[in-house]
């Protein structure tokens, strides 16, 4: 599996930006999970949100819970992050992974994409 994840960008505090992780080469099972990380600058790589590809379900970190939305097109084998009210401190490389034994924790992720730039001025 080959994840591409364009879209990122320079936004102003406040403003909204949505993010797109492209699948391809396989497609994704019902069971696998499709995730959102980020790392800042000097920090660790944390973990933003998640969602099993079939049913939907979704968890997200307590930093971004009701102002990020994570969400799929299965025929398009798209996931989408949805982010509103942004901040500064969200200022980070977004990177999609993919975890396809459908292991539900924020870890064990094998397919990763190259991340993308997100840059929130205040």
């Known amino acids: 599996v080959q994840l591409q994840a364009p879209g990122g960008g320079l936004v102003q505090a406040g403003d909204s930006l949505k993010l797109s992780c492209v699948a391809s080469g396989s497609a994704f099972s019902s069971g696998a999970i499709v995730a959102w990380f980020r790392q800042a600058p000097g920090k660790e790589r944390e973990f933003v949100a998640q969602?099993?590809?079939?049913?939907?379900?979704?968890a997200y970190a307590n930093s971004v819970k009701g102002r990020f939305t994570i969400s799929r097109d299965k025929p398009k084998e798209t996931a989408y992050l949805q982010m509103n009210s942004l901040k500064a401190e969200d200022t980070a490389v977004y990177f999609c992974?993919?975890?396809?034994?459908?292991?539900?924790?924020?870890?064990?992720?094998?397919?990763w994409g190259q991340g993308t730039l997100v840059t929130v001025s205040s």
């Open positions: 992974a993919a975890n396809l034994r459908g292991i539900w924790s924020r870890e064990d992720f094998d397919y």
């Open positions: 969602i099993r590809w079939g049913g939907g379900t979704t």
